[in-house]
């Protein structure tokens, strides 16, 4: 069962939200991704939210850049927590889609991750799963003492070549 759904607006997002979809595979989270745009196929987008949350999705990723509808379309239609992930493209560099993705009206949030920051958008996701998934959890911390150990390996390489 698809535990995370993530939709983004254009097949033009897809090389940024790859890293996304990347990390859900490494934390081992199951997960469902469809291309949806909020103006573009708004019956399709509906669709999609409605079939997610009958299957049982818990959290939505959402993509999408300039005028980022989609995840507020998202917000709008579940309680389930929905993560934005805004897309640097356009004339504006993105502050467009980042700015509708995180100015959301109260009672409709969108926890809104970096421009482009499609790690991270997993990694809430997972973080949010983790509050009923030990399992998840545990994979969580595992990941972070890998990050821990690189980091300590890149600096002793550089310690021994300039210390
Ligand atoms: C948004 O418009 C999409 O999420 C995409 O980031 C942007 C541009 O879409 P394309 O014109 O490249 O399809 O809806």
């Known amino acids: ?9 254009s097949g033009s997002d897809l090389e ?16 469902e991704v469809f291309i949806s745009s909020a103006h573009r196929t708004p019956q399709r987008t509906d669709k999609l939210i409605a079939s997610a949350l009958q299957a049982g999705a818990q959290v939505f990723i959402c993509a999408a850049g300039m005028a980022a509808h ?10 389930k927590p929905v993560i934005g992930l805004p897309i640097a493209g356009s004339t504006l560099n993105g502050l467009d889609a980042l700015f509708s993705t995180a100015q959301m009206p109260a009672g409709f949030p969108v926890a809104t991750v970096a421009l482009n920051g499609a790690r991270n958008a997993a990694w809430l996701a997972a973080q949010i799963l983790a509050l009923q998934d030990s399992a998840v959890e545990k994979r969580i911390q595992a990941a972070r003492q890998e990050m821990a150990m690189s980091i300590e390996n890149a600096s002793q390489k550089l310690e021994a070549q300039f210390n």
């Open 70 to 79: 989609l995840a507020g379309t998202v917000a709008a239609r579940t309680c």
């Open 16 to 31: 940024i939200v790859k890293p996304c979809l990347q990390v859900l595979e490494q934390l081992e989270i199951d997960f």
């Open 1 to 9: 069962m698809a535990r995370v759904t993530v939709l983004m607006g």
